[in-house]
Structures are given as C-alpha cells and as structure tokens.
C-alpha cells in the first residue's frame, strides 16, 4: 500500500491536509512541505490525476506547468522544489478538499494494489528514464492538443505511484499508456494538418 515513512497512506495524508481548517488556502509550497519525504511522486500524482477526469477547460494548461519542473526534477534525481511564483500559488482549502474528494476514492484502491516489484525498474538510472517520459508528457499537457490531456495525465499518475511504492509493474502499465498517449496525439496532429491543408486548398 502507498505509505510513508510514518507508515500512513497518501490518500490520508492529503485528507488531513484538505481538512485543516485552520489555514483558509493552500499553497503548492505549503503542499511540498507537507508531503515531506514523498511530495515528487506525491506531487506528481497531484497535478495529474486531476487531468484524468473531465476538467474546465485550461485546466490541464494551469496543472501541467508545475509538472514540467517537478518531472524534470525526476530525471535529473533532483530534491523537488519550485520557483517562487509556482509555489506561491495557492488554491482554497475548499477547492483542494473538492479535488481530494475526488481523486481520493481513486487513489485509495490503487493503494491496496500497489506492492513493491520488479524493483530495478524504480532504482535511481530507472527513475531518471522515468522522469524523461514524465517531463515529456506534461509537455504535451501543457500544450492545447484536442483530446492531448486525459491519456498523458494518466500515464504520469501510474508512473507517480509506480515510484512512489517502487511498483514497477505501475510503471510499465504507465510506459505503455504513454506510448497509446503519443499515438493518439499524432492521429489528432495529422488529422489537424490535413483539415488545415484541406481549408488552405479550398481558398484556392
């Protein structure tokens, strides 16, 4: 199951944070600070579950920012951190605990699968390469593809928890959805350009 070192499983650790009445918003960090020892895999989960799900609009932009520095930081075995204006940002408790309820449910049946396996994968050279993928695929977030968010956001969040229990199994079912995320994008890339062309070609 994803726990800490505290022994306690991260679906808890994101409830008492959410429920914490005493701070009336939530800053990205604050998030870190609290996540302590597992806030990159913790984090990355955060940012991209979220995107797994239907969203407002624009949503997958605002989230995939962060992701870019925090899988960068995965592939180059960085601690995480965040510049300034990133971890400034805050949302409301209120927003957060909504969040939360929603990916919580998730999160807590994932954590009863996960084990750690296949260990190799998630060694520190493993992690790097997972980093690579990750950083590329909240590239892709971030960008405004039609229908560019929900495969990539779920590739990173099996990943996420892949590292976070050092369940390579995780991972690989990651690795493979990132590369069903990159033939979809490409579909929709040609189809874009040839729709493009074809509009080009009637003008003339």
């Not at 895999?41 to 920012?65: D, K, Y």
């Not at 590329?136 to 039609?146: F, K, R, S, W």
């Amino acid at each position: 199951m994803a726990h800490s070192h505290s022994g306690r499983a991260l679906s808890d650790v994101l409830f008492e944070i959410a429920s914490d009445t005493t701070r009336p918003r939530i800053s990205l960090g604050a998030l870190l600070k609290a996540l302590d020892d597992r806030a990159l895999g913790a984090l990355l989960l955060i940012f991209s579950l979220p995107c797994v799900i239907p969203m407002p609009p624009g949503t997958s932009t605002v989230l995939g920012t962060p992701l870019v520095f925090l899988t960068a930081q995965l592939m180059l075995a960085l601690a995480p951190w965040l510049p300034q204006f990133i971890a400034q940002r805050s949302i409301s408790r209120t927003d957060f605990a909504a969040v939360v309820a929603r990916i919580a449910p998730w999160l807590a049946r994932a954590e009863n699968l996960l084990k750690p396996r296949l260990l190799w994968i998630t060694a520190p050279i493993g992690e790097r390469f997972v980093g690579l993928v990750c950083l590329y695929l909240a590239i892709v977030l971030v960008l405004p593809i039609p229908l560019g968010n929900m495969l990539p956001a779920l590739a990173i969040s099996l990943m996420a928890l892949g590292v976070l229990e050092r369940d390579g199994v995780w991972v690989i079912a990651g690795l493979i959805t990132a590369v069903a995320s990159t033939v979809l994008i490409a579909g929709v890339l040609v189809a874009m350009l040839k729709a493009a062309l074809f509009v080009v070609a009637s003008f003339f």
